[in-house]
């Protein structure tokens, strides 16, 4: 299950580089809050469905205190999610999304 969420990153990261070239996909990762905390997510993601599950919940809080983001690490979210503006983001548990979803702030 892990696998998959290497799969929607390297996705994540394949789209990008499509959309924005490589400058503008190294910009995004280092300087995007929203790119960052899915980013994070997806490895804490994948520790969680490795059975690693202090590790995805200290993942987790550390995006909320890097990023503003509180991403559950038992919501599955599909390839190609963006956030544009990340601060005050909520997503729960058993969230399920699917590929190109976007959402924006205070949501």
């Known amino acids: 299950m892990a696998d998959v969420e290497q799969a929607h990153f390297m996705d994540d990261l394949r789209l ?13 990762v280092l300087l995007h809050p929203g790119n960052q905390a899915i980013a994070l997510y997806r490895l804490y993601r994948a520790l969680y469905l ?3 599950i202090n590790l995805a919940f200290l993942g987790y809080r550390l995006n909320y205190f890097l990023c503003g ?12 999610f963006h956030l ?14 699917g590929r190109g979803v976007r959402i924006y702030s205070h949501v």
């Not at 983001?69 to 190609?80: K, L, M």
């Open 50 to 52: 490795k059975g690693h």
């Open 84 to 97: 544009d503006h990340p601060i005050s983001v909520l997503i729960h548990r058993r969230t399920r999304m």
């Open 69 to 80: 983001v509180e991403i559950h690490p038992d919501a599955d979210i599909g390839p190609d």
């Open 16 to 28: 990008a580089f499509k959309r924005k070239g490589f400058g503008g996909l190294t910009r995004d």
